[in-house]
């Protein structure tokens, strides 16, 4: 009986405590126009965020959030009913207020009880001063605040040079243009600044600052750098790629950030580029088992998804073919041989495609056989159509169909739609591919 007494006042006093604990962090909110309504308090993460709350406001529009234990820090979200919504910046300072009201929810928000969040807003606040002026054109507006800016940021840099709003004034600067004008550049000095910004952003860039994880600047930085500045060919691509990840290998959370974002980035494979990179980061780190925390169904979608690129990635050697000439005998793409090989699918009842044909027969005419070789792959059997056009317009392409279907031309190239047009080497490896004759044609070997 005395045991059962004193195990239930035990666990009574630990109730206790825990129902007593003060919080570690406070946020008050006050919003007036907003009354009875709600807030939702969101932390950033890649390109999105993560609801942490649904903060509750009174019918004076007044409410708080609190947690026991210390928030992340990092870039908070604000979000109100009408979607609007303010960035709000938390490192160690986790007590603090704001007011605001609906007549112009940032223009008069205020934070008082902590410098960070509350300098955070003023950068934001200069910044969107700076595009006012800008796209109003006011020339003596933008110089004046771009100067009140940089001594903005000379302040933070000087007195708050550890925190985290210096960290992010420091990324926020990586892109930053140079100031050579364009009129001034050569071929030869834009390369070596392109050079020189490159080695600059990735010397800078905060592989150890697991602050900035929580914020969509983050994201945004990365994704300039891989889908706008560096050149766009595969090879460049992975090569970046293995070297930010190698780089970050020395903090897991950061590794995780770059995987994640780099799976997020190229998974859509919006080109053929990004095709064979999404192909390389899946073999060479998540189906290898250098990123061992990936959820097994996430592996074998994944591995289901490599399967159905790797045949037609850029690089890829195609298979030899079984084709079927206008008279029906049979052919085989290794029949063919040229320095530049392109092959054009198409269908006669298409309207695109009888003018991509065209156009592409007064292209190849200057083209002897040896450069250049167009091989014309009607993608239906029914015959009837296909060499009525051929023998209306006269040309020099191998022109083939597939009647029994022995090759999934669709699914084996991925093509969506035609035109379509793959463009291989002499070595019969993918160079390029696309909808456009573009896509190929600057591709062609010399």
């Given at each position: 009986?005395?045991?059962?007494?004193?195990?239930?006042?035990?666990?009574?006093?630990?109730?206790?405590?825990?129902?007593?604990?003060?919080?570690?962090?406070?946020?008050?909110?006050?919003?007036?126009?907003?009354?009875?309504?709600?807030?939702?308090?969101?932390?950033?993460?890649?390109?999105?965020?993560?609801?942490?709350?649904?903060?509750?406001?009174?019918?004076?529009?007044?409410?708080?959030?609190?947690?026991?234990?210390?928030?992340?820090?990092?870039?908070?979200?604000?979000?109100?009913?009408?979607?609007?919504?303010?960035?709000?910046?938390?490192?160690?300072?986790?007590?603090?207020?704001?007011?605001?009201?609906?007549?112009?929810?940032?223009e008069n928000l205020v934070i008082t009880g902590a410098e960070q969040p509350a300098l955070f807003?003023?950068?934001?606040?200069?910044?969107?001063?700076?595009?006012?002026?800008?796209?109003?054109?006011?020339?003596?507006?933008?110089?004046?605040?771009?100067?009140?800016?940089?001594?903005?940021?000379?302040?933070?840099?000087?007195?708050?040079?550890?925190?985290?709003?210096?960290?992010?004034?420091?990324?926020?600067?990586?892109?930053?243009?140079?100031?050579?004008?364009?009129?001034?550049?050569?071929?030869?000095?834009?390369?070596?600044?392109?050079?020189?910004?490159?080695?600059?952003?990735?010397?800078?860039?905060?592989?150890?600052?697991n602050r900035l994880l929580h914020s969509r600047l983050l994201y945004e930085q990365l994704s300039?750098?891989?889908?706008?500045?560096?050149?766009?060919?595969?090879?460049?691509?992975?090569?970046?790629?293995?070297?930010?990840?190698?780089?970050?290998?020395?903090?897991?959370?950061?590794?995780?950030?770059?995987?994640?974002?780099?799976?997020?980035?190229?998974?859509?494979?919006?080109?053929?580029?990004?095709?064979?990179?999404?192909?390389?980061?899946?073999?060479?780190?998540?189906?290898?088992?250098?990123?061992?925390?990936?959820?097994?169904?996430?592996?074998?979608?994944?591995?289901?998804?490599?399967?159905?690129?790797?045949?037609?990635?850029?690089?890829?050697?195609?298979?030899?073919?079984?084709?079927?000439?206008?008279?029906?005998?049979?052919?085989?793409?290794?029949?063919?041989?040229?320095?530049?090989?392109?092959?054009?699918?198409?269908?006669?009842?298409?309207?695109?495609?009888?003018?991509?044909?065209?156009?592409?027969?007064?292209?190849?005419?200057?083209?002897?056989?040896?450069?250049?070789?167009?091989?014309?792959?009607?993608?239906?059997?029914?015959?009837?159509?296909?060499?009525?056009?051929?023998?209306?317009?006269?040309?020099?392409?191998?022109?083939?169909?597939?009647?029994?279907?022995?090759?999934?031309?669709?699914?084996?190239?991925?093509?969506?739609?035609?035109?379509?047009?793959?463009?291989?080497?002499?070595?019969?490896?993918?160079?390029?591919?696309?909808?456009?004759?573009?896509?190929?044609?600057?591709?062609?070997?010399?």
């Amino acid at each position: 009986m005395k045991r059962c007494y004193f195990l239930g006042l035990f666990f009574l006093l630990q109730g206790y405590i825990a129902f007593s604990q003060k919080p570690v962090a406070r946020i008050d909110f006050e919003i007036r126009g907003m009354a009875n309504s709600y807030l939702l308090l969101g932390l950033e993460n890649l390109d999105r965020q993560i609801i942490l709350n649904t903060i509750r406001l009174n019918a004076q529009g007044e409410g708080f959030y609190e947690s026991k234990v210390r928030l992340q820090a990092g870039i908070y979200v604000v979000t109100f009913p009408n979607q609007k919504y303010f960035e709000l910046l938390i490192d160690n300072e986790q007590f603090f207020t704001i007011y605001t009201d609906t007549i112009d929810i940032f223009e008069n928000l205020v934070i008082t009880g902590a410098e960070q969040p509350a300098l955070f807003l003023k950068f934001q606040k200069l910044r969107r001063s700076l595009e006012k002026y800008r796209s109003a054109k006011d020339s003596t507006g933008v110089f004046q605040t771009q100067e009140k800016l940089k001594a903005f940021k000379d302040s933070v840099a000087s007195h708050l040079s550890s925190s985290l709003l210096a960290a992010y004034l420091r990324l926020y600067d990586l892109t930053r243009q140079l100031s050579t004008r364009p009129q001034e550049l050569t071929l030869e000095s834009f390369v070596r600044q392109q050079q020189e910004r490159e080695r600059n952003f990735i010397r800078n860039f905060p592989f150890d600052d697991n602050r900035l994880l929580h914020s969509r600047l983050l994201y945004e930085q990365l994704s300039y750098f891989f889908n706008v500045f560096i050149p766009q060919h595969p090879d460049t691509l992975i090569s970046r790629m293995d070297m930010f990840l190698a780089q970050a290998a020395r903090n897991e959370a950061m590794y995780k950030y770059l995987l994640a974002f780099f799976n997020q980035n190229f998974r859509h494979c919006r080109t053929p580029a990004y095709e064979k990179v999404y192909v390389y980061l899946a073999e060479n780190y998540y189906l290898n088992g250098k990123a061992p925390w990936a959820d097994p169904r996430f592996l074998n979608l994944l591995q289901k998804k490599v399967d159905e690129l790797k045949p037609s990635v850029m690089g890829v050697k195609v298979a030899n073919l079984p084709l079927v000439l206008p008279d029906d005998k049979p052919a085989m793409l290794y029949d063919y041989n040229a320095e530049n090989i392109i092959l054009f699918f198409w269908d006669p009842d298409c309207g695109t495609c009888r003018n991509n044909y065209l156009q592409l027969v007064e292209k190849a005419r200057p083209f002897k056989r040896k450069d250049l070789l167009i091989i014309a792959i009607y993608m239906h059997s029914n015959k009837q159509p296909w060499l009525e056009f051929l023998k209306k317009y006269n040309n020099n392409f191998i022109n083939v169909y597939d009647p029994l279907k022995k090759n999934d031309f669709a699914k084996l190239f991925r093509i969506d739609r035609v035109p379509f047009y793959v463009l291989l080497n002499s070595e019969k490896q993918i160079v390029a591919k696309g909808n456009m004759l573009d896509s190929v044609w600057g591709q062609l070997r010399k």
